[in-house]
């Protein structure tokens, strides 16, 4: 657990082992943990503004991560293997800006209903698919998926509605959108 009174950043990779790590950047700090060498091998907490999490082995885990400006996860340096993006059951992830997930050629599955994305955006590195469950209100970007799943709150007033970027869903995938667990 690593608690700074601002910004947490590194100078080398890091090889985390356990069952999970959490960082807490100061108020208005930012977590910046984006070197291609860095490994988590358990769940990953975050709360601060900015955050990246870069992990290379595997894929990442989320647990409860929090960021109230902008979220970038990428999984994309991985040699070999999954490289999915996933959370814990009882994990919710939100950003209040954009959150950018690149997972190389593994999934994104961010399916907990307390999540809470501002815009989300799949980078076009992916092959496999992305499932994403909202709070409330959730704004598509640019998303390159084999296919996406995604799921707002029956009761939000904006509900999901896209950027003005482009969906590709490929491989002759399929694309469902829900406004509500119905």
Request: proline fraction near 2%; hydrophobic fraction near 35%; avoid cysteine.
């Given at each position: ?28 700090g ?117 296919g ?24 002759g ?10």
């Amino acid at each position: 657990s690593v608690t700074a009174g601002t910004d947490i950043t590194q100078s080398g990779a890091l090889d985390v082992d356990g069952a999970t790590a959490t960082f807490t950047a100061g108020p208005g700090g930012n977590i910046t943990l984006n070197n291609a060498n860095n490994d988590f091998s358990g769940a990953v907490s975050a709360t601060g503004g900015a955050i990246q999490l870069t992990d290379k082995l595997g894929g990442i885990q989320l647990g409860t991560v929090t960021a109230t400006t902008s979220l970038n996860v990428d999984t994309s340096a991985t040699a070999a293997g999954a490289r999915d993006i996933t959370q814990t059951g009882g994990g919710s992830v939100s950003a209040g800006g954009t959150a950018t997930f690149t997972p190389g050629s593994g999934a994104v599955t961010l399916n907990n209903a307390a999540n809470d994305f501002g815009t989300v955006v799949v980078a076009a590195t992916t092959t496999g698919a992305a499932t994403f469950k909202d709070a409330d209100d959730i704004v598509l970007g640019a998303i390159t998926a084999s296919g996406l799943t995604v799921t707002g709150s029956a009761g939000s007033p904006g509900g999901i509605t896209q950027s003005g970027a482009g969906l590709t869903i490929t491989g002759g995938g399929t694309m469902i959108i829900t406004n509500g667990d119905r």
